[in-house]
């Protein structure tokens, strides 16, 4: 191994062993509290500072409790020679049978001081991690079972350990599941570790519905700088954990969640706003708590929001807010479908032909990006702008006889088929009619009623209306120009 790849090395044992040792500085707190009561040993207290790296710690507490040649052998535990002695010292016991009058914890703390986690002694076996859980049982081999062993070699020995029974295993709630503690040190150790280890949902709980941990773990991974999930597994951890979010109603947490998908994310943030979309507003402008969020933090798109009402609204049927909220997402073409189709012809038979208005109003501000505008929208729009009160002017009479003249014209082009298009597109045709009548009286008073019969017969006209008899006439040179003048007035 280079200078420069073991000192690394020895970095990340000594980050890893400040780690464990504030994870573990509670159990051995406890365990002094424990020692403070009356006729309780102080050696398994002394042990859980030696786990925790607390040399300091535990020599205070033999000290305390008057056992100072021992305070003095821990205080030179980092030292090779004493660890030699020591163990000299451990063989002559066993020779001479004196071990057999130390108690078992103090030989305990012995043979940990001696670098060694099985002794066998002239009365029994000693194992060193016997009681302590794996998080203990591994901070020992890191510290003194040996201490000069490389990383990897700590945790290989630590493996073998437990595989053989000596230590108690990282596994969770007693079962096969490797705990998420022991796959993140394996990453630690080696970066190369299969991440799919790491992130396995049974390391972590017992509840495999609950993907909130393992989800946080793979993204703090992430921020790390370390090597990403393949594109499965994190769809997999994703589609999981938004969904669990979905499921407690935390749906805009879901979509923030959602955005980390490697790929279809979109179609997945559209399925669950259609889902948890409020329904309750008209108002374009209006937001819910939720809705603001998604749209100021997690920059979603405010048109998925507009097309999930209009999916909403076709579902109850409610045409007009299917137009109102397809318009406000920019989908002209089909706002525009909608309301020829399902709105316009109903509301002109039920004469409530002002509803119409502000939504052709929305739709002819964008009126280039619509096909067949000019042929159908436009011509709702200019029948339904047409003046209910005629102008005084004679210059203004003659604009809206034009623009009457034409609309009525433009009505033939309005589908023809249904019955409700068929009853909408004559009452249109009859009132451009009356207002023609009374445009072309206000200009020429009762002359020219030729060119209006004729400017009458090119607009639709139900065809049991009396007009289209005299047009009919008119256009076969039946009736004189008087005889016209009397059947009109």
């Known amino acids: 191994m280079r200078e420069g790849d073991y000192a690394a090395e020895q970095f990340r044992k000594t980050r890893l062993s400040d780690w464990l040792g504030d994870q573990l500085k509670v159990l051995a707190q406890k365990l002094t509290i424990e020692h403070s009561k009356l006729g309780v040993c102080h050696l398994p207290a002394v042990i859980g500072w030696l786990c925790a790296g607390g040399i300091q710690e535990a020599c205070q507490l033999l000290c305390k409790a008057g056992d100072f040649q021992l305070a003095l052998l821990v205080s030179q535990s980092s030292t090779p020679i004493v660890r030699q002695l020591v163990l000299k010292q451990l063989h002559e016991w066993r020779d001479s049978g004196y071990d057999a009058l130390i108690s078992e914890d103090r030989l305990r703390v012995y043979v940990l001081l001696a670098g060694e986690q099985i002794w066998e002694s002239s009365t029994r076996s000693i194992n060193v991690c016997e009681g302590l859980d794996w998080l203990s049982s591994f901070a020992l081999y890191l510290r003194f079972l040996p201490p000069s062993a490389p990383l990897d070699q700590a945790v290989a020995m630590f493996q073998q ?89 935390l749906w805009e947490w879901s979509i923030f969640v959602a955005q980390h998908l490697p790929a279809g994310r979109s179609a997945t943030i559209r399925k669950i706003v259609k889902r948890n979309i409020t329904r309750n507003t008209t108002d374009v402008a209006t937001l819910c708590e939720e809705e603001k969020r998604c749209l100021h933090d997690y920059h979603v798109d405010g048109n998925v929001f507009h097309c999930a009402r209009a999916l909403h609204a076709r579902f109850s049927r409610d045409w007009s807010k299917v137009v109102t909220w397809y318009t406000a997402a920019e989908m002209f073409d089909a ?34 990006n619509i096909q067949n505008w000019k042929q159908e929208g436009a011509v709702y729009f200019s029948y339904l702008h047409l003046p209910s009160v005629l102008p005084q002017g004679e210059e203004e009479l003659e ?8 609309t009525g014209h433009l009505l033939n082009n309005l589908p023809y088929t249904s019955l409700t298009e068929i009853c909408a597109v004559n009452m249109m045709g009859l009132r451009t009619c009356t207002l023609l009548v009374e445009v072309w009286r206000a200009l020429f008073g009762d002359t020219e009623n030729r060119e209006l019969l004729l400017t009458m017969k090119t607009f ?30």
């Open 161 to 249: 350990a437990f595989e053989s029974g000596q230590v108690t295993p990282p596994v969770v709630d007693d079962d096969a599941n490797m705990s998420v503690f022991w796959q993140l040190l394996m990453l630690y150790c080696n970066p190369a570790y299969p991440l799919a280890d790491v992130l396995n949902n049974q390391g972590i709980t017992a509840n495999m519905l609950d993907e909130r941990d393992v989800w946080f773990i793979w993204t703090t991974l992430i921020s790390l700088g370390l090597p990403r999930a393949t594109p499965h597994l994190a769809s997999k951890l994703v589609t999981s954990y938004a969904a669990q979010l979905d499921r407690l109603g």
């Open 399 to 406: 604009s809206v006889r034009h623009k009457i003249s034409t």
């Open 460 to 489: 639709p006209l139900p065809s049991d209306y009396w007009i289209n008899d005299i047009i009919t006439k008119l256009s076969s040179d039946i009736v004189s120009e008087e005889q016209l003048d009397t059947m009109v007035h």
């Open 335 to 368: 706002a525009h479908r909608i309301l020829m189709d399902k709105l316009a012809p109903q509301k002109i038979v039920s004469r409530e032909e002002g509803d119409l208005i502000p939504l052709l109003t929305a739709l002819q501000e964008h009126r280039y």
